[in-house]
């Protein structure tokens, strides 16, 4: 009777760490997949901070062009 209560124990105990081993292993697989889904928003972010306000300032000297000028269309084919 008490080997068999060694071997439960040890079952139980071995079972217990098995457990905490996976239990490890898939939160540093979570946090890893937030490590790169935040690195990539982080690299997005900073390139959108710097490719947007050169796309407005581009759009609104585009609009106020339009506005003075007009849109003039050459009567030549293929001209702008």
């Known amino acids: 009777m008490g080997a068999d209560n060694n071997?439960?124990?040890?079952?139980?105990?071995?079972?217990?760490i098995f457990t905490?081993?996976?239990l490890i292993?898939?939160?540093?697989?979570?946090f890893w997949?937030?490590?790169?889904?935040l690195g990539l928003?982080?690299?997005?972010?900073?390139?959108?901070?710097?490719?947007l306000p050169a796309l407005l300032v581009?759009?609104?000297?585009?609009?106020?062009y339009r506005a003075f000028?007009?849109?003039r269309r050459s009567e030549e084919p293929g001209a702008f």
């Not at 071997?7 to 217990?16: A, K």
């Not at 997949?33 to 889904?37: D, F, N, R, T």
């Not at 928003?41 to 490719?51: C, S």
């Not at 581009?58 to 106020?64: D, Q």
Request: proline content about 0%; glycine content about 12%; aromatic content about 6%.
């Open 41 to 51: 928003g982080a690299l997005l972010l900073m390139i959108a901070l710097k490719v």
């Open 25 to 30: 292993v898939a939160i540093k697989v979570v």
């Open 20 to 22: 905490a081993v996976l």
């Open 69 to 71: 000028f007009g849109e």
């Open 7 to 16: 071997r439960s124990m040890m079952g139980t105990l071995l079972t217990w």
């Open 33 to 37: 997949v937030l490590g790169i889904a």
């Open 58 to 64: 581009g759009w609104l000297a585009l609009k106020l």
